[in-house]
């Protein structure tokens, strides 16, 4: 039988995104079986972040400084932002090294099942960042769920409102939506190929 201060482990990292009971009690027997190795460095790593990493005031991204690394350098484009849900796809957005402009974490999306109304998410930054007149375009590159589509609708429509009332026009877009790279249709299902279809592009 596991004693308590193990099972509080356990327990405690099973509250991890994507780790289930299972994974944590594997998770905890490989740092426990290599305690003086693992364990240090995981407690210094663990407190230097608590102590270090903030969130940007400006995007809402975590970094080291306030504001953040993208937000603080001057050779991206700070007319272009990319809105996201969280800061994990910021991470995904930058390891693509694809885009070059700013970002806006507006830190979930709607839903009325996890009591998230609009109140809950980072929505009147957003049009404050357009009502300074820097912003050109949005982009919401929000997830193809219906809670992502759903939230990217309902900035669309605040996003319109707030230009109307300003007087000038930010160009709101969305990320295309079809198959993947090296995908084959044979395994796409129904839903993607419809709005590959609907997305196509002259050759």
């Known amino acids: 039988m596991a004693t308590s201060t193990i099972e509080r482990l356990i327990a405690e990292l099973a509250k991890l995104p994507g780790v289930g009971p299972r994974s944590a009690r594997r998770l905890a027997l490989n740092l426990l079986l290599q305690r003086e190795k693992r364990?240090?460095?995981?407690?210094?790593?663990?407190?230097?972040?608590?102590?270090q990493v903030k969130t940007c005031t400006s995007c809402g991204a975590l970094d080291e400084s306030d504001p953040c690394t993208?937000?603080?350098?001057?050779?991206?484009?700070a007319a272009l932002v990319c809105v996201?849900?969280?800061?994990?796809?910021v991470w995904a957005m930058e390891r693509s090294r694809a885009f070059r402009g700013r970002y806006h974490v507006l830190g979930g999306t709607l839903s009325a099942i996890d009591g998230r109304g609009p109140d809950?998410?980072?929505?009147p930054?957003?049009?404050?960042?357009?009502?300074n007149g820097e912003v050109r375009e949005i982009i919401l590159a929000l997830s193809a769920?219906?809670?992502?589509?759903?939230?990217?609708h309902y900035v669309a429509e605040r996003l319109a409102d707030s230009q109307a009332h300003a007087g000038h026009a930010v160009t709101v877009t969305r990320l295309a939506h079809g198959l993947p790279m090296g995908g084959e249709l044979d395994y796409m299902d129904d839903g993607t190929l419809s709005a590959a279809l609907n997305a196509r592009l002259a050759y």
Do not use: H, K, Y
């Open 125 to 131: 930054p957003l049009l404050s960042r357009v009502a």
């Open 70 to 77: 993208i937000c603080s350098d001057s050779t991206r484009d």
């Open 120 to 123: 809950n998410l980072r929505i």
């Open 84 to 89: 996201v849900e969280d800061v994990a796809d």
């Open 39 to 51: 364990i240090p460095t995981l407690v210094a790593a663990l407190s230097t972040a608590l102590e």
């Open 145 to 152: 769920t219906v809670a992502g589509q759903t939230t990217a």
